[in-house]
DNA sequence: CAGGTTTCGTATCGATCGATATGGAAGATT
DNA sequence: AATCTTCCATATCGATCGATACGAAACCTG
C-alpha cells in the first residue's frame, strides 16, 4: 500500500512490491491474482485504516462548519504522517495513466467522486437544518471543498509541514459562512 | 505537449508521440536527444503558452485582491479549454513516478514551488502596500492559494466545468479579507 | 550519367515490464 | 524406508519500454 501511496499505479513494479512483501512472484500471484487485483485490495485498505477521519469528521454530531473543520484539519494530519507517504493515495494513485491503466484511473477518479459526493450529503443535511445560511450552492461549497482537500494533498506531496498544512485548512474555512446557530461555540479558530 | 499533460511523463510512450508528431524514431532522438529532454522542451512550451495568465494576473496594476481574483479565474479557465487536457501539466506530468523518473518529478515540483513563491511574491508587495490587512501570513496565503488552484487542476481533471471551477475560485476567493482600500471597486463577484 | 556521400526509415537492440512454466525439496502414505 | 504427492523458488516467458545500428533511397559532385 505504502508503495503504491509514494510512486503510484503504473510506477510500482512487481520487483518493489516482491522485496517489499518478501514474497515470491508466484506468491504474489497466488495471493492476489494480478497486479490490478492487488492494487484495489491496497485501496480497500488504504479506505479502511488511513481515511476514516473522513466518516468520522462528518458524521459528528456538531454544527455543520465545525464538521468542516474538522474535517480539513484531519486531513492535514493525516497527509502529512511521519512515515507515511504524503498525501492522499486517491489522488497520486494515478491522475495521469496509459492508456492501459485507464480503467484504474478511473476507479481512483471514482473514490474522489465519492468524497465529494459524502461532503456535499453533509452539506446538505446541514442546509436542511438552516445551518449553512447564505452562500454557494451545496454543489459548488462541496467541489470547494473536496478540491481543497486535493489540494492540501499535492501540498503535502510537495513537504509542506502538519502545521503547514493546518493553516491552509483554516484559511480554506475561512470561505465557508459562519453558522447562524452556535457560532464559535465549538471552534476554536 | 498535449499527450504528457494528458498522460504524464511516464505514461507517455515513444509509440505514441511517434505517432502523434509522425516521425519516426530517430527524427525524434536527432531533434530532441531523448524522451527527458523533448518532455523538458514541452514544459517551457506550456509555461510559455498556457500558463500566460498567471503573470499577467500577477503583474497588473490592480489591488491585491483583484490580482488573486484573476489568477484563479482565469486559472478556472485555463484548466478546462476545450480540446485540451484538463488541469495543469505542472500537477499531472508527474505527481508520483518510479525511482527512476525522480528528476521529472523532482523538476515539477520546482515549478509548482515557484507558482507558489510568485504568488507570495505578489502578495508580499501588496502586504507592503496595506494592502492585505489581517490574515494569515503571506507565505501561509500563498501556499493556500497554490494549493486551490492545485486542486482546481484534479477537479478539472476528474471532469469539473469551467463554470464549476470558476464557483470553485470564487468561494476561494472569499477566504481572502477584504481590501482595505479599493473595497468593491473593481471586483465584480 | 557515374560515383560518392548523406540522409532517413526499418528492423532490432538490451533492459524491464507483468506473469508463468519447471525442476527440486519437503512432507505424507504404504 | 521407499515411493508418491504436494508445494514452492528459480529461471524464463512474450510484450513493450527507450534507444540505436544498418541498409536503401535520394542528392549533390565531377
Redesign the pocket.
Known amino acids: 500500500m505504502h508503495l503504491f501511496w509514494e510512486h503510484g499505479y503504473?510506477a510500482?513494479?512487481?520487483?518493489?512490491?516482491r522485496e517489499a512483501m518478501g514474497?515470491?512472484?508466484?506468491?504474489?500471484?497466488?495471493a492476489f491474482?494480478?497486479?490490478?487485483t492487488?492494487f484495489r485490495k491496497a485501496l480497500t485498505r488504504y479506505h479502511e485504516t488511513e481515511i476514516g477521519f473522513a466518516l468520522e469528521a462528518l458524521s459528528a454530531p456538531v454544527p455543520t462548519r465545525e464538521a468542516i473543520r474538522r474535517l480539513l484539519l484531519s486531513a492535514a494530519e493525516a497527509y502529512s504522517r511521519p512515515g507515511k507517504p504524503g498525501g492522499c493515495l486517491f489522488v497520486s494513485g494515478a491522475l495521469a495513466a496509459?492508456p492501459?491503466a485507464q480503467a484504474i484511473a478511473d476507479e481512483l477518479k471514482a473514490y474522489r467522486k465519492a468524497s465529494e459526493a459524502a461532503i456535499a450529503e453533509r452539506l446538505a443535511k446541514g442546509s436542511a437544518m438552516g445551518d449553512l445560511p447564505e452562500g454557494p450552492s451545496v454543489e459548488g461549497l462541496a467541489k470547494y471543498i473536496a478540491g481543497v482537500m486535493n489540494g492540501m494533498s499535492i501540498q503535502a506531496r510537495d513537504g509542506a509541514s502538519a502545521e503547514e498544512l493546518r493553516i491552509m485548512a483554516q484559511t480554506a474555512l475561512a470561505a465557508l459562512p459562519a453558522d447562524r446557530q452556535n457560532r464559535g461555540a465549538s471552534s476554536k479558530e
Chains 1, 2 share one sequence.
Request: net charge negative.
Open positions: 503504473e510500482t513494479s512487481l520487483a518493489m512490491l514474497l515470491t512472484p508466484p506468491q504474489i500471484y497466488n491474482t494480478d497486479k490490478e492487488l496509459s492501459q
